[in-house]
Each structure stands twice: as C-alpha cells, then as structure tokens.
C-alpha cells in the first residue's frame, strides 16, 4: 500500500492526560492510535504492584480511559498499540478482554512478551524489545496490541512494518519510522509541550494537541496534529523532541541504528514537517536490559532559614542532626532562595534540604523526622520545617545491563492464541564507542570584542532529560549565524562553567549539524537513577532552561531578533 499510515500517540508516560484518547480518537482520521506509559521509574512502580497483587503490574489507567474508548476505535477502524502491559502483558490483555465482554464488543487482543528477565535480587528486570512482534500480531488481525518493554519507537515502527511489508534489512526505512516514533512517543512534547519559546506558539502553549506521524512506506514522515488543537508542530518543536534523551549521532534500537546526522527537517505547510533522509545501520547483536532494584528506605525534611547568618544557621542543623541519628546515609543541600533586604519572609529565607538514606526503615523513618521535628525549639533563631514527622519510603536503584539478542524469547501471542516466536536480526553489528567533538578549532570570526551581556536562551533552546543516573542536554541554535558561533562556543570546559555541577563528571559532547545542535551527555549527575536521586530536578527536566537562563557575553552581531517568528507564521523556518 502506497497511502500514509497515519499513527496517533495519546499518551507519552503513566499518568499523561486523561482525556487525550478521547481527543484522538475524535478529533480526525487515524489508522493506529499508540499509548506509552513506560518509564525507567514506571517499571519499578509496577514491579511493585506486582509484587503486591501477582494479577497487577499494568498501567490500570489506561484500562479506564480504554473503557470510554473502545467502541469509537472499533467502529472507525482504528487499532490500539500500547506498552501499558508494563510487567504482566498478558494480564492487561485478558482485561481488556474481559471489559470488552462487558461493553457487548468483540475485539481481536494480540499481546507481546519475552522481555522479562531473571535477575539476582533484581525487582524488574527487562529487555528492550523490538516492534516485529507488535507486526505479527497485527498481521493476524489484532484490534488492540499489549507489550510490555519494547523500545518507546516501536509503537509505531509495528504498525508500519505491518502496513508495509518491511523486512529485516529495509534499514532506511525502519530508521526513518524509529524516527518518526521518537518524534511522537513523548506525546505533547512534540507539539509545543515543554518547549523552551512556548511564549510564540500560537495558543501561549496552554493545552498542545497530541501528534500524528504520517509514516511513508520508505519510512520518511511528516509529524502533525489534528485541526484546531493547540500548540504547533514547527522544525524547531520537532527539533527539540529529537533530542530528548538521546546520546550520540548513532540511535541504537533492538531492529536498526538510526543516524540521526542524517534526519533532514523541513516545514510541510502549518503544523507539519516532513521528516526524510535518515540512514539505517545494522542493530547490535545485543539488547538492552533495564534493571530495578530496592535500595533501601529513605525519608526528607526541609528546614526553612530566615535573615542572617544563613550559613551558620545551616551548620548548625546539620550538627544537630548528625549528632541525633548519626551521620551515614545523611545529606544537606542548602537552597540559597533568600534574597537580601527583602521585604516579606519567604523572600528572606533559604531551604536546607535534609535527605536520609538507609537500609533500616527504623533510621530512615520516624527516628529522622522526628529529631528534626525535635528541634523546633532547641535550634538556630527562626526554626520552622516545611513538612511534618513521616515515615520512611523505599527506594529503587535503576542499572542497565546488555543480552545477546538471541537469548531473549521474543513472543507474539495472536489473537488465536497461538504463540509465535520472533527472530532475532540475521544480522547485526558490533557498535563501537561514539564519537566525541568538543568543538571546533575554528571557524568564522563574530567580532568577539563586540558583546552584550544577555542570557544564553535569547539565542538558543535546550531540551534535558533522563537515561538511568546519567542525563542529556541538547541544545540547539535557531539560525545559521547562531549555530557558527554555537558550535565553537559551547566547549565541554564552558559547560562545566556554566553549570558548575557538570564540572567533576565525565561529560561527553556531540554535534549534529543538520538539527544545528549539540547534545551533552553527564554521567552520573542523577546519581543512581530517578527513583534514588535527591537532586532538586532528579530528572535533570529543568536543566536545559537553567543553561539557557545564563547569562554571558553574547555576539552583537547575534541580536535575538534574527530567531524564527513562530507566532506569526505558525512554523519555524529551517
């Protein structure tokens, strides 16, 4: 088939707007509608219920917004792909069966497992599967498909091998749909969510629709959204989506290593751009597997330090504390937020963030808030606390690890219920570190005497996030001169002085001149993942705005106003 499959995402995390499949399914025509509700910290929550109830481990809200939904997506043709399966795919499929039963509707359910694995003391533990198993169901007939861990891309790289016919090595095109499904799999983001210049989007990015990749059978795309919802789908909203969460130039997948050097953006028209050019390598000969363990128990409790002597105030407490509970496990981070002379307490105050990690719930519980609580009138002049006395919560650490591709046992459950086992690529190739640039030695000269002092975001956007304990900062000009001054600018060392607590970890910078970006990847800045981390952003969302909130010595030649209009033309220019 020649025509477009045009895939719909309605959800990009557990927890996403309720009411979006509804919005989907009403607001135009679609062939497949997707749901992710995965995340690194997700699996840990649903290994937990699990461990609970055996019968849970599946994303329960999606079981209701699917309630209000099933009949439309039945009527009009429109199937259901969604990694809500979580840890127990296979229980999520006889729900769905058993509310369709319910609703009077017949429904062909296929489901996808394999991913689970065996760990030693591990809560969960998962490969990252590909998406021929999402197509085997499809290819039998599948109304609604249930994974568990498959790679978020592959919600809609399944339905289009199922639509196309791709084989094993039809790399390009399945690049360019890993492509295509990065771009939508985080929902809203795509379409003006999160972007650093929501201020020019068309509604003031108040409620962005979520978005559609029309998939092309040589796997190019144009990512859109339905007539008359907010926000816009401009090269630049598409930019910053494409680097969201990725490391180097190579995107490794179970299926294919897309080139992301190679990704080609251009507007289509108001709210569309077409996404052609990308490149396919062969996958690697192994998967990723993602890892939860329970680290312990751990507790907080915020101290609130008013007017002067702030850093005696701070010293102080920590005395206290250590001296009350001991000092293992504990940390202090002190919140500069006071201003001077202020006329109000809240602008004359800082925070000291107490954190309390420990295998013992006793110590991390009640013993810990309580001696904070404790010194409410024993302690520095002003003591108040934020929060009251709690008990201690545990804690997951998050590793990855890598498996053989063949020692996984990829399975798709067709709706029949005959079980089919999925191959492994024929063929795959060893991936070797990527490579790094730090800038370059160059380049053309902007009258570097000639500056202003600005905040870095006049020229440039950033978009941050998450991969286990390490983070990922992509940043990217919005023009050709900004990009010939960005390039060689912003070095690892000016990273480092800028956002001092890059500064003691291993960093690594990569280019990408046809997105006219640069991504940073920080080892290590969250610690031992999202679910332990005490870092005031421990999913290192924010960092990307802190950078741009710097301010530094800006080319005159630079002025902000050579940035794209989007609020006037509905679309950035490439």
């Known amino acids: 088939m020649s025509a477009p499959l045009r895939v719909g995402n309605a959800s990009g995390f557990y ?3 309720s009411a979006a499949w509804r919005e989907m399914l009403d607001g135009g025509e679609l062939d497949v509608l997707t749901g992710d509700y995965l995340a690194e910290l997700t699996m840990l929550i649903l290994g937990r219920d699990r461990l609970r109830d055996p019968g849970l481990g599946y994303a329960r809200t999606f079981l209701r917004q699917l309630e209000g939904c099933l009949g439309t997506a ?5 199937r259901i792909v969604t990694n809500a399966g979580g840890s127990n795919p296979a229980g999520l499929a006889a729900a769905i069966g058993s509310l369709a039963d319910r609703l009077g509707l017949t429904a062909a359910i296929g489901y996808v497992e394999g991913d689970a694995l065996a760990r030693p003391d591990a809560l969960t533990a998962n490969a990252y599967l590909g998406a021929f198993g999402i197509a085997a169901c499809l290819d039998a007939g599948a109304d609604v498909v249930v994974t568990g861990r498959v790679t978020d891309a592959s919600l809609a790289v399944g339905p289009a091998i199922a639509r196309f016919g791709w084989q094993r090595d039809d790399l390009d095109a399945l690049a360019g749909a890993t492509v295509a499904g990065h771009l939508i799999e985080c929902g809203a983001q795509v379409t003006g969510g999160n972007f650093s210049f929501f201020t020019e989007l068309p509604d003031g990015g108040h409620r962005p629709g979520f978005p559609i990749a029309e998939i092309h059978p040589d796997g190019s795309s144009v990512v859109t959204k339905h007539p008359g919802t907010g926000g816009a789908v401009t090269v630049e909203t598409v930019t910053a989506q494409l680097l969201y969460e990725v490391g180097g130039p190579h995107y490794l997948g179970p299926d294919v290593v897309s080139r992301l050097d190679t990704i080609e953006l251009t507007a289509d028209g108001p709210d569309r751009v077409r ?8 996958p690697p000969g192994t998967l990723k597997v993602g890892v939860n363990r329970l680290g312990g128990f751990r507790n907080s409790m915020t101290f609130v330090l008013c007017g002067l002597d702030i850093p005696a105030k701070a010293a102080l407490v ?26 109000d307490t809240e602008a004359a105050s800082a925070l000291l963030h107490v954190h309390l990690r420990d ?5 991390a519980g009640r013993a810990f808030s309580a001696a904070a609580v404790e010194l409410a009138l024993a302690s520095y002049p002003g003591c108040t606390l934020t929060t009251l006395p709690g008990d201690a919560t545990p804690y997951g650490v998050f590793t990855a690890d890598a498996v053989p591709q063949d020692a996984v046992e990829h399975v798709a459950v067709l709706p029949s219920g005959e079980r089919v086992p999925i ?9 070797g570190p990527p490579v790094q640039q730090n800038a370059l030695t160059g380049g053309p000269s902007l009258h570097p005497n000639r500056t202003r002092r600005g905040a870095l975001g006049e020229l440039v956007g950033a978009r941050s996030g998450d991969k286990g304990g390490d983070a990922n900062l992509g940043v990217w000009a919005r ?6 001054w960005l390039r060689v600018w912003l070095t690892v060392e000016r990273l480092a002085e800028l956002l001092p607590e890059t500064a003691p970890l291993t960093v690594e910078r990569y280019e990408l001149p046809n997105l ?15 679910a332990a981390s005490t870092r005031f952003d421990p999913q290192a969302k924010a960092l990307g705005e802190l950078l741009r909130s710097r301010v530094v010595d800006l080319p005159t030649a630079l002025p902000p106003d050579l940035a794209p209009d989007l609020a006037a033309t509905g679309r950035a220019t490439a």
Do not use: M, Y
């Open 479 to 484: 023009t050709d001169a900004t990009w010939a």
């Open 423 to 431: 191959a492994p690529p024929p063929v795959t190739c060893s991936q």
């Open 318 to 343: 920590r005395g206290q504390i250590e001296a009350a509970v001991g000092a293992p496990g504990l940390e202090f981070v002190l919140a500069r937020t006071d201003h001077p002379d202020a006329g």
């Open 359 to 363: 295998g013992d719930k006793a110590r």
């Open 275 to 282: 996404v052609s050019g990308v490149r396919g390598t062969p």
């Open 74 to 78: 039945l009527e009009r043709g429109v």
């Open 516 to 530: 006219r970006a640069v991504n940073f990847v920080i080892r290590g800045l969250l610690g031992q993942g999202v």
């Open 15 to 17: 927890g996403d707007r």
